[in-house]
C-alpha cells in the first residue's frame, strides 16, 4: 500500500510540474509580446483563438488590425496568412510578382472536394488555358443574349414573388429571394436546367441543400486545424460534405450524360439547334481530342462557375438593397433614373406603357413585365445612378472580402513585410473599401 501511495504522489507530482512548466511556457510567450502592436499569439495554436472567437465578425475584426497596421501576420497551427490592405503590397502580389503567389496547395486543398481542378482553383498553365476559354465563350454575343434572357425571366419570377408578399403584407427574406434567383439563373446558363428553387412555394432542392453545405464547409477550412483529421477519419463536418458532395455529382453527372446524349440525338436527327448555355459550349469543345476535357473536367468547370456567380451574386444585391431602403435619398434618385428610363426606352421603341392600379395586383404585374421587356444588355448601361450605387455597395460590401494567394518563394513585400514561402497573402477588399489613407 505505502508503495502504491508513493507511486501516486510521485505521478501527481509529475503532472503537476509538466503544468506547472506549460503555464510558464504560456506566460513568457504572451509577456514578451505586452509590447507588440499586431496580432498576439499562443503557443501552438497561433492566432487561431482569437481568429475563431471573431468568426463572426472576421471582416471587421481585420479591419481593425489593417486599418492600424497596414499589414498583420496571422500565425495558424500549420500556416501563416499575412492580411494587406495597402495598395503598392496588393500591386505586388496581384501584378509585380504575380508568379510568385498563386492559389497554392494549401487553397487548392481546402477547395477540391467542391471545386476540383476548375479555374478558380488552379494554377499555371491549366488556369491560362481555362481562362482563354472562358473568356471567348464569355465575350460571344449568343452566350451573352442567352444569359440577358434568362436573368430577365428570373428577375420577373422574383418579382411576381415580391409583388404578391408586398399585396398581402407579407414578410419576406430578401437574401434568400436572391439566393433562389441566382442558383436558378446560374444553373440555366451553367448547365441549361431548370431546377425551379424560386416557384413561388419556395421549394426545397437535395442540390441547393447540398451545394450550400458544402460551400459552407470548404470555406471553413481555412480557420479549421482539424479537417485533414475529421477528412481523414470521415467524421464531423468532413463527413457531411463527402454526402454533400455525393449528391452534387450525381446531379451534376446526370445533366451532363442526359446533355450528352441530347446533342448526339440532335445530330443523328439533323436538328442543330445550337445550345448557348456553358455546359453545352464545353461539350462541343471537348470534341477536339486535344482539348482533354472529361466529364470531371466538365463537372470542374459548370460548378465553378455556379459558385462564382450564384453567391456573389446574391450578397451584391441584398447589400444594393439593404444600402438603398436606409438611404431615402438614394432610393428617391434612383427611382426618378429608372422612371425617366422607362419613359424613354417607351419612346424609343414606340410602345404605350400599360396603365396600373397598386390596388390591383395583376395590373401592376402587367407592367412589370412590359417594362422588363425594354431592359436589354445595352440599354442598361444609361443607368447611370443604379451602376454608381452597385459600385459603391461593392466598396463597401465586396462580393469576394478576402482573396487568399499561395507564396512559391519567400519575399520581400514594399512595405518591409517579410513573407515566407509555403505561407499565405491574403489580400482583403473589404478592408481596402475602408482605409483612410493620407
Not at 6 to 22: F, H, K, T, W
Not at 108 to 134: C, P
Not at 317 to 340: D, F, G, Q
Not at 387 to 400: D, N, S
Request: negative net charge; glycine residues 6%; proline residues 3%.
Amino acid at each position: 500500500m505505502g508503495v502504491s501511495l508513493l507511486s501516486s504522489d510521485g505521478y501527481n507530482m509529475r503532472i503537476s510540474m509538466i503544468a506547472c512548466l506549460a503555464l510558464t511556457w504560456i506566460f513568457i510567450h504572451r509577456w514578451n509580446q505586452r509590447n507588440k502592436k499586431g496580432l498576439k499569439t499562443w503557443p501552438i495554436v497561433g492566432a487561431a483563438i482569437e481568429q475563431l472567437i471573431n468568426y463572426d465578425r472576421m471582416h471587421d475584426w481585420i479591419v481593425e488590425y489593417l486599418s492600424k497596421l497596414g499589414t498583420i501576420v496571422v500565425p495558424m497551427p500549420f500556416t501563416t496568412y499575412t492580411y494587406i490592405a495597402n495598395p503598392a503590397n496588393v500591386e505586388h502580389v496581384l501584378k509585380t510578382n504575380f508568379a510568385n503567389y498563386p492559389k497554392g496547395e494549401t487553397y487548392h486543398s481546402y477547395m477540391e472536394a467542391l471545386l476540383g481542378e476548375g479555374i478558380f482553383n488552379v494554377d499555371g498553365e491549366l488556369w491560362r488555358k481555362q481562362r482563354k476559354t472562358a473568356s471567348f465563350e464569355f465575350a460571344s454575343k449568343n452566350l451573352r443574349d442567352f444569359s440577358t434572357r434568362v436573368f430577365r425571366e428570373y428577375s420577373l419570377k422574383l418579382s411576381s414573388i415580391l409583388s404578391h408578399a408586398s399585396f398581402h403584407n407579407q414578410v419576406v427574406d430578401m437574401q434568400e429571394l436572391f439566393m433562389r434567383m441566382t442558383l436558378d439563373s446560374i444553373c440555366k446558363v451553367g448547365f441549361g436546367v431548370e431546377i425551379g428553387t424560386l416557384a413561388p412555394n419556395l421549394p426545397d432542392n437535395c442540390f441547393a441543400k447540398a451545394f450550400d453545405t458544402a460551400n459552407i464547409i470548404v470555406t471553413l477550412c481555412f480557420i479549421d486545424p482539424l479537417w485533414k483529421i475529421k477528412k481523414f477519419l470521415n467524421v464531423g463536418s468532413e463527413a457531411l460534405l463527402d454526402m454533400s458532395i455525393k449528391i452534387i455529382d450525381d446531379f451534376t453527372y446526370s445533366v451532363i450524360y442526359i446533355r450528352k446524349t441530347e446533342m448526339e440525338e440532335a445530330r443523328k436527327n439533323d436538328n442543330n439547334k445550337e445550345k448557348h448555355d456553358i455546359l453545352s459550349r464545353f461539350i462541343e469543345l471537348g470534341e477536339d481530342p486535344e482539348s482533354n476535357l472529361t466529364d470531371k473536367s466538365l463537372r470542374d468547370v459548370v460548378l465553378n462557375f455556379v459558385r462564382a456567380g450564384r453567391d456573389t451574386t446574391a450578397t451584391t444585391l441584398s447589400w444594393a438593397i439593404y444600402m438603398i431602403m436606409t438611404h431615402n435619398h438614394v432610393a428617391e434618385k434612383l427611382y426618378l433614373e429608372l422612371k425617366t428610363f422607362e419613359e424613354d426606352r417607351a419612346k424609343e421603341e414606340n410602345v404605350t406603357l400599360l396603365q396600373f392600379d397598386l390596388d390591383d395586383l395583376e395590373s401592376f404585374i402587367q407592367r412589370t413585365v412590359q417594362y422588363a421587356g425594354l431592359l436589354t444588355y445595352y440599354s442598361l448601361g444609361k443607368l447611370y445612378y443604379l451602376h454608381a450605387g452597385i459600385t459603391e455597395t461593392l466598396r463597401l460590401y465586396p462580393a469576394v472580402p478576402q482573396d487568399p494567394k499561395g507564396i512559391l518563394e519567400d519575399d520581400v513585400l514594399p512595405d518591409g513585410t517579410k513573407v515566407k514561402a509555403g505561407g499565405m497573402v491574403t489580400y482583403v477588399p473589404y478592408s481596402m473599401g475602408r482605409m483612410k489613407y493620407k
